[in-house]
């Protein structure tokens, strides 16, 4: 058994993170990317947490828990809860290196932040009302707002 545990701490101290986090509840990278690719399908899906957790018998605040990547998600939970989204299973590891290439799973803080604001009624009414522009005026949205933002970091920078 103790073996293991070793075996279990080095691999863990490989992956970019100590063991000792892991006893105090740190989430693992992959969980808390995977909880990302969660709650960005969910939200694709235009569903609440409560809806996508009576599609798969859970309550919301457990699907909060895997989209923050406090709890990890079983195999067969993220099975179902595929099928309720109706995605493959393999869509909630998009962006991960490859196991054993010796890349740590970072999530950059930013993807996060961008994640979470789609969460938010206001980034959803945002992307809904870009959506509605003919394709060629979100292009020139985007330049504009691409203009506004460098207006502000220069201003800052002042």
Same mark, same amino acid.
């Given at each position: 058994?103790?073996?293991? /545990?070793?075996?279990?701490?080095? %691999?863990?101290? $490989? %992956?970019?993170?100590?063991? &000792?986090?892991?006893? *105090? =509840?740190?989430?693992?990278?992959?969980? /808390?990317?995977?909880? =990302? =690719?969660?709650?960005? $399908?969910?939200?694709?899906? *235009?569903?609440?947490?409560? +809806?996508?957790?009576?599609? @798969?018998?859970?309550?919301?605040?457990? @699907?909060?828990?895997? &989209?923050?990547?406090? *709890?990890?998600?079983?195999?067969?939970?993220?099975?179902?809860?595929?099928?309720?989204? %109706? /995605?493959?299973?393999?869509?909630?590891?998009?962006?991960?290196?490859?196991?054993?290439?010796?890349?740590?799973?970072?999530?950059?803080?930013?993807?996060?932040?961008?994640?979470?604001?789609?969460?938010?009624? &206001?980034?959803?009414?945002? /992307?809904? +009302?870009?959506?509605?522009?003919?394709?060629?005026? $979100?292009? $020139?949205?985007?330049? @504009?707002?691409?203009?506004?933002?460098?207006?502000?970091? %220069?201003? &800052?920078?002042?």
């Amino acid at each position: 058994m103790h073996d293991r /545990v070793a075996k279990f701490a080095g %691999n863990s101290r $490989r %992956n970019g993170f100590r063991a &000792e986090e892991e006893s *105090n =509840q740190a989430s693992h990278p992959v969980d /808390v990317h995977v909880g =990302q =690719q969660l709650r960005i $399908r969910r939200v694709h899906s *235009n569903l609440s947490q409560t +809806e996508l957790g009576q599609k @798969v018998g859970l309550s919301y605040q457990q @699907v909060q828990k895997y &989209e923050s990547g406090k *709890n990890r998600i079983s195999a067969s939970m993220l099975y179902d809860i595929a099928g309720g989204l %109706n /995605v493959p299973v393999r869509c909630f590891f998009d962006g991960l290196p490859q196991p054993g290439s010796g890349e740590g799973a970072a999530i950059a803080p930013e993807a996060d932040e961008r994640i979470a604001y789609l969460a938010t009624a &206001e980034g959803r009414r945002f /992307v809904e +009302e870009i959506l509605r522009l003919p394709p060629k005026l $979100r292009t $020139r949205t985007l330049a @504009v707002i691409k203009a506004i933002a460098g207006d502000e970091d %220069n201003g &800052e920078s002042d």
